[in-house]
Nanobody, 115 residues
């Protein structure tokens, strides 16, 4: 069974940092695009950042310059380094991957930015 498991969420103060991790299993993710999306209740799921197998990245305008996505193909893992966090970054962050043309989602990890 293909699984994506996120970790690293938590409660931080504005201006703080967090590093999210997502580990894939049950498939070969080396050639898959992977990424992060976020969602708050009552709103649609928003693109945060994606990274292709070759390392090309794409970030949403709201996080550009603050968040960095990276990956380690040997570990089937994608990371999201979040710096200078703002209250509006509060959301459930979901890992995304598309191996063999099939889309998979993780269960999400909560990020709360509050003073």
């Amino acid at each position: 069974q293909v699984q994506l498991v996120e970790s690293g969420g938590g409660l931080v103060q504005p201006g703080g940092s967090l590093r999210l991790s997502c580990v894939g299993s049950g498939s070969d993710f080396r050639f898959a695009t992977m990424g992060w999306y976020r969602q708050v209740p009552g709103k649609w799921r928003e693109l945060v950042a994606t990274i292709r197998s070759g390392g090309t990245t794409n970030c949403g305008d709201s996080v550009k310059g603050r968040f960095t996505i990276s990956r380690d193909n040997a570990k089937n893992t994608v990371y999201l380094q979040m710096n200078n966090l703002k209250p509006e970054d509060t959301a459930v962050y979901y890992c995304h991957a598309q191996p063999a043309g099939i889309v998979y989602w993780g269960q999400g990890t909560q990020v709360t930015v509050s003073s």
